[in-house]
């Protein structure tokens, strides 16, 4: 493999060392004014292939000719505009006018800003579309590329930033933050993203830093923006695990999106060590529309509907684990059945006013509602040996044999009702951003579960007067929260004789009655690009950042003398704090005659008044107390370019420290990964465009674990390394650079993708076993192996 691969590698070099026909385009980038554009970006759209104006705003780019070449012209403070040239040929000359992010462009369409601005990181939503992933070219699993993301789990979108917690990330859809199910255990259960792939528009990403429009959370921001469709079109997708359709029309003054989507991983599920019959059905349908009824007004409104259920009755289990010299078996026989649910509906509607070309105002409504369940009674009966070299001539001795049983009834509903006003002010070199976001939560929580475990004929814990179960929890809860918050932030673009400046400060303000408390966050953003060093870009971020509690942060568990739990909800709990300093710096440069862009950021972050958690699986447990304070420090790098040409690729490396203090004594946090390295390379071969490989790789630091009920404080240790290479092997039937465009199809993909490539056993949590003795062993619960997948893509 590793032969073929490095045969490919040369083969694609030495090709790509043919002398090929060219074209130069040149011309001048000016502004409303008719003055020039110094230092604008002139790139090929999907590519990184670009270079810059001069002083007079000229620019001068030199590219291989194609059918067809998308240009985009952009610069920090103007409208991103594209123009597409139809079979360039020789010396041709362009010429283009950029307006202030102010004015509606209808001839061209916006795309968004440059990189790295105020804190925001943009991306190119093509990316992800071909990545080979299990969740079918999922904006997070491209994320989780990204240097400071992490995520140990392929079933799952859920993902950990710069060792921040799951819940620590906000998500935003045309404005409107959303939100993910509350009882999420496994990934098997998760289903289908929020997002829509098919839909997404714009995607701007921040892993700290990020300014004061973005809620109370401390690890990062995520903003998407659902496209509005050119004109007809649509797009289906199938594979052996699902599929896709999707819907637009654009009138002029009405377009309409709409996505449907479908997924039944069963053949996926199966590849673990737990089998049975596996019978989960994903649903979601969604949609976007706006209204234009005339150059002043628009009105949009977005949907969505999501149906994740989770059926399973397991058979039987084993797992071997350990090394070669202390090898272990573990047997289990199951009984029962697990029946579960997580319904989501999301709606919002907004009006929006264009005043005149500086001000503009947006009035919105919204609703989330969530009806979730999880519903299980599962039994079994479990041998745990020594295998190998344990016992006589090689046979292992007997460790444990028991029972158990599991019970769970647990219902949460929620709803988040929300009205906010919103509105931009541009005045002379200063961009203000300001907004007032009144919100009504509202939690039902039933929760009933409870464990019973039986080793070698003994009930545990073992009492001889009674019958005791070894793990009791309930709940009855319910609780009405408001919340009040106010965001007002300035964006000036500074252009002096020495460099290009940009400074975005801000304050967040908000208010929850549940706790009663007050917040302020304060954040600031500034990046210079000196007219000494064009190849650099350098930026500093810093803020106070509180993770405001949404609702599991408010339990807490409390047992009375027999061992019963119940949970509270702790009114008294604070929200916890983050002070963060983040430097960075972006180089580009030009390498193999291919530009390449090499990104780094150092950032350290001062916590106080954590509130302690722990994880099993995907599910998160928190204390419910403010019992805990810490600190988080790291490097990430990121390096971005066209290793072969016309295909983006990127590495990413991340080194992390992280520490936390609880009951005294110092150990690292839940989430500590301490390094971490993922890759995204496409390739093709240059003679036959059609036929695309992609790779996705990731090795990182396993997490810190505990025994279940059971401070870190006390003990922990930590889980074997995450590695993963998914990859994937596309030929393009339509719509490839070397052909003519299609009278029906835009394009045509039919790809094969091979998940786990090298059949890794990674570990998602694990079973623990307790013997008469009060010995524990930590038995792996191992995620999905080795997988093929089949999958065709058409747009029309």
Request: aromatic letters at 12%; one cysteine or more; glycine letters at 8%.
């Amino acid at each position: 493999m590793n032969r073929l691969f490095t045969g490919i590698i040369i083969m694609t070099f030495t090709v790509l060392g043919l002398k090929a026909e060219n074209v130069k385009i040149s011309g001048k980038v000016i502004d409303n004014e008719d003055k020039p554009i110094e230092f604008g970006t002139v790139r090929v759209a999907g590519t990184a292939l670009g270079t810059n104006t001069n002083l007079k705003g000229d620019y001068t780019l030199t590219i291989a000719q194609k059918d067809t070449i998308e240009m985009v012209f952009s610069c920090v403070g103007f409208k991103t505009v594209k123009h597409k040239l139809v079979n360039p040929k020789g010396d041709l000359t362009l010429n283009v006018r950029l307006y202030p992010m102010d004015v509606d462009l209808k001839e061209f369409e916006v795309i968004g800003f440059r990189n790295n601005i105020n804190g925001m990181q943009s991306f190119d939503t093509e990316s992800f579309k071909l990545s080979p992933d299990v969740s079918g070219g999922s904006v997070e699993a491209m994320i989780t590329t990204m240097p400071g993301v992490n995520s140990n789990n392929e079933m799952s979108s859920q993902y950990s930033v710069r060792g921040g917690t799951f819940d620590e990330n906000s998500v935003y859809i045309n404005g409107m933050e959303v939100y993910r199910p509350q009882l999420i255990r496994s990934g098997q259960q998760e289903g289908l993203s929020i997002i829509n792939p098919d839909m997404v528009g714009n995607l701007k990403f921040s892993t700290g830093g990020f300014p004061a429009r973005y809620a109370d959370k401390m690890s990062s921001a995520l903003d998407i923006t659902y496209r509005e469709p050119e004109a007809l079109e649509g797009a289906v997708s199938a594979s052996l695990m699902g599929g896709s359709v999707m819907f637009g029309q654009n009138s002029g003054k009405f377009s309409q999106l709409h996505g449907a989507r479908l997924k039944k991983n069963n053949s996926l599920l199966a590849s673990q060590d737990t089998k049975g019959e596996y019978d989960p059905l994903f649903f979601d349908y969604q949609t976007n529309m706006t209204l234009k009824p005339n150059d002043h007004w628009s009105i949009n409104l977005m949907g969505n509907i999501s149906l994740n259920h989770f059926n399973f009755k397991p058979h039987d289990r084993e797992t071997t684990f350990g090394t070669s010299q202390d090898a272990k078996s573990f047997r289990v026989y199951f009984d029962g059945a697990e029946r579960d649910k997580f319904e989501t509906y999301l709606g919002a509607l907004s009006v929006n006013y264009r005043h005149n070309k500086a001000t503009s105002f947006s009035l919105g409504i919204g609703g989330f509602l969530s009806n979730e369940l999880v519903s299980y009674d599962i039994s079994g009966e479990y041998w745990l040996d020594q295998a190998g070299t344990g016992g006589p001539e090689g046979v292992g001795g007997e460790l444990g044999v028991g029972k158990y049983m599991e019970h769970s009834r647990n219902r949460l509903k929620s709803s988040v009702l929300s009205v906010n006003f919103k509105g931009s002010t541009r005045y002379k070199i200063n961009n203000f951003a300001y907004g007032i976001e009144y919100q009504r939560q509202s939690f039902r929580d039933r929760t009933k579960e409870w464990e019973w475990r039986d080793s070698a004929g003994y009930s545990l814990p073992h009492k001889p007067d009674a019958l005791h179960l070894i793990y009791n929890m309930k709940s009855h809860n319910d609780a009405n929260i408001n919340r009040l918050s106010l965001y007002v932030e300035d964006a000036l673009y500074i252009t002096t004789n020495s460099a290009h400046m940009t400074l975005n400060a801000g304050l967040r303000l908000s208010y929850n009655s549940f706790n009663k408390e007050f917040l302020a966050s304060p954040r600031l953003n500034f990046t210079a690009s000196p007219n000494s060093l064009p190849n650099w870009i350098f930026r500093l971020g810093t803020g106070l950042y509180y993770q405001s509690p949404f609702y599991k942060e408010y339990r807490q568990t409390v047992t009375d003398p027999l061992g019963n739990g119940s949970i509270r909800l702790n009114q008294n709990i604070k929200s916890p704090r983050s002070i963060q300093v983040i430097a960075g710096a972006d180089f580009t440069f030009r390498a193999m005659n291919r530009p390449f862009k090499l990104s780094g950021e150092v950032y350290y972050k001062n916590l106080s008044r954590l509130i302690s958690y722990e994880y099993d699986n995907l599910k998160i447990v928190y204390s419910g107390l403010n019992d805990s304070k810490g600190y988080t420090m790291g490097l990430d790098l990121k390096l971005f370019g066209q290793f072969v040409e016309g295909s983006d690729s990127w590495l990413s490396f991340s080194l992390m420290k992280t520490q936390q203090t609880l009951d005294g004594k110092k150990m690292p946090m839940p989430s500590d990964q301490r390094y971490s390295v993922s890759l995204y390379f496409t390739d093709y071969l240059p003679r036959f465009p059609r036929l695309k490989f992609s790779l996705r790789g990731v090795v990182s630091d396993g997490l810190t674990m505990t025994p279940p009920h059971t401070s870190r404080s006390k003990t922990y240790f930590r889980a074997p390394a995450y590695k993963r290479l998914d990859i994937g092997v596309s030929w393009q039937f339509f719509g490839a650079p070397d052909q003519k465009p299609h009278k029906i199809f835009k394009s045509m993909v039919l790809a094969l993708d091979a998940f786990n490539l090298l059949d890794i056993t990674n570990v998602s949590s694990y079973y623990w076993v307790t013997d008469v003795n009060n010995m524990q062993y930590a038995v792996p619960n191992y995620l999905t192996r080795r997988q093929f997948n089949l999958r065709l893509s058409m747009e029309f």
